[in-house]
């Protein structure tokens, strides 16, 4: 019986992670969600943040943060595209919100990356039972 019920709750855990969805298939974030870093600049490159489907955490918008600005927020299986001069950037995201969403937030996971003139990265944000949210460079 203990063995079943392990079973059950380890089914239901892996459930609630998400699953990645590659860029062709994401959706835009509105532009009322889109906080900083769309307007073109010459020889700039680009840095695309696209958050995983799934339940966990669904209910509240992952914020995305560049260099610990507010830039986006995003709901599941959607993305942002950020506009940005060749340099070092980190990239960061936390869920945000009230109500339910209280309880989970979390603090702000980054990653650190440097970005060449006319290039483009892609980033992933996700929630696992175990880990919470997190943010890593994808090649989806």
């Known amino acids: 019986m203990r063995i079943l019920i392990g079973a059950v709750a380890?089914?239901?855990l892996a459930g609630c992670a998400t699953?990645?969805?590659p860029s062709s298939q994401a959706v835009k974030a509105p532009p009322d969600r889109l906080l900083a870093h769309q307007s073109e600049l010459p020889g700039a490159g680009r840095i695309?943040?696209?958050r995983d489907s799934g339940m966990l955490g669904s209910g509240c918008y992952a914020t995305v943060f560049i260099n610990g600005e507010r830039a986006a927020k995003l709901d599941p299986k959607e993305k942002a595209t950020f506009i940005l001069p060749p340099?070092?950037?980190v990239?960061?995201?936390a869920l945000e919100g009230a109500g339910l969403c209280g309880p989970l937030n979390e603090k702000r996971t980054e990653?650190?990356?440097l970005l060449k003139q006319g290039q483009e990265k892609f980033f992933?944000?996700?929630s696992a039972p175990d880990a919470g949210l997190d943010v890593r460079p994808t090649s989806l």
Request: proline share 5%; net charge negative.
């Open 87 to 89: 340099g070092e950037w």
């Open 111 to 113: 990653t650190e990356t």
């Open 124 to 126: 992933r944000v996700f």
């Open 10 to 12: 380890l089914v239901m």
């Open 48 to 50: 695309t943040v696209i």
């Open 91 to 93: 990239v960061g995201a």
């Open 19 to 21: 699953s990645p969805v």
